[in-house]
């Protein structure tokens, strides 16, 4: 069933995207009515315990300055919620927690992006219409604390997903569990990128969505 815009839940989480990190017990904030309307959920209505580190809301990125509001959220499509729970499900099953460094991305961050990266093997080339990140229904996301061989968004061959030259095998191993945890989820690894996942649909194209994510 999927997870109501207004639904809330305990969560506890770790940010450094000045969300703050919330009590548990402290039910998530409703999304705005603009992200209602297209189905968004806070990804905290279906994972309580998500570390939440948006980068695109810090300098911490490959472009170098804040492409998101200080206080951007994780929004996903409703359709990914009971993926997402389930994958933290079996992540939490070994006493490991999800990341979640990238969820909704507006239109107009993505057109910065491919500015600055122009080539579609690292940023997907936006066109006229929303789809993966634009919307909603790809996450990216490691495991708190594991080595995964590379950081976020490292335009390196040893970013693709089943890269082993340069990459050891307890960081091999670590991408393994991830992607286990997130098929039991019913979402997919890009082959290009350890971190990025679809969720079913993801690769159609919609009507452009270019709604706050916050």
Same mark, same amino acid.
């Given at each position: ?21 919330? #009590? ?5 904030? &409703?999304? !705005? ?7 968004? /959920? %806070? $990804?905290?209505? @279906? ?59 507006p239109h107009a961050v993505q057109v910065r992006m491919f500015q600055e990266v122009p080539n579609p #093997? ?5 066109? &006229?219409? !929303? ?7 790809? /996450? %990216? $996301?490691?495991? @708190?604390?594991?080595?995964m061989g590379t950081g976020f968004d490292d335009f390196t061959a040893r970013a693709t997903a089943y ?52």
């Amino acid at each position: 069933m999927l997870l109501a815009a207004g639904l809330v839940g305990a969560c506890a989480v770790l940010s450094a995207n000045g969300l703050g990190a919330a #009590a548990p017990g402290d039910p998530v904030p &409703p999304v !705005s009515a603009a992200a209602s309307a297209v189905g968004f /959920v %806070d $990804v905290r209505t @279906a994972v309580p315990d998500a570390i939440i580190d948006l980068r695109y809301a810090t300098a911490n990125n490959f472009v170098g300055i804040p492409l998101y509001p200080a206080d951007a959220r994780c929004l996903v499509h409703e359709s990914l919620a009971p993926g997402l729970a389930a994958a933290a499900a079996a992540l939490r099953a070994s006493g490991e927690r999800l990341v979640f460094w990238d969820c909704y991305r507006p239109h107009a961050v993505q057109v910065r992006m491919f500015q600055e990266v122009p080539n579609p #093997a690292w940023v997907a080339k936006p066109g &006229p219409y !929303s789809r993966s990140h634009e919307s909603g229904r790809s /996450v %990216d $996301v490691t495991i @708190a604390g594991a080595d995964m061989g590379t950081g976020f968004d490292d335009f390196t061959a040893r970013a693709t997903a089943y890269a082993t030259d340069g990459v050891s095998p307890a960081a091999q191993a670590n991408r393994a569990r991830l992607r286990d945890a997130m098929s039991a989820g019913g979402l997919t690894v890009y082959s290009g990128e350890w971190w990025h996942f679809d969720g079913p649909g993801a690769g159609v194209q919609r009507p452009i969505i270019d709604v706050p994510n916050n």
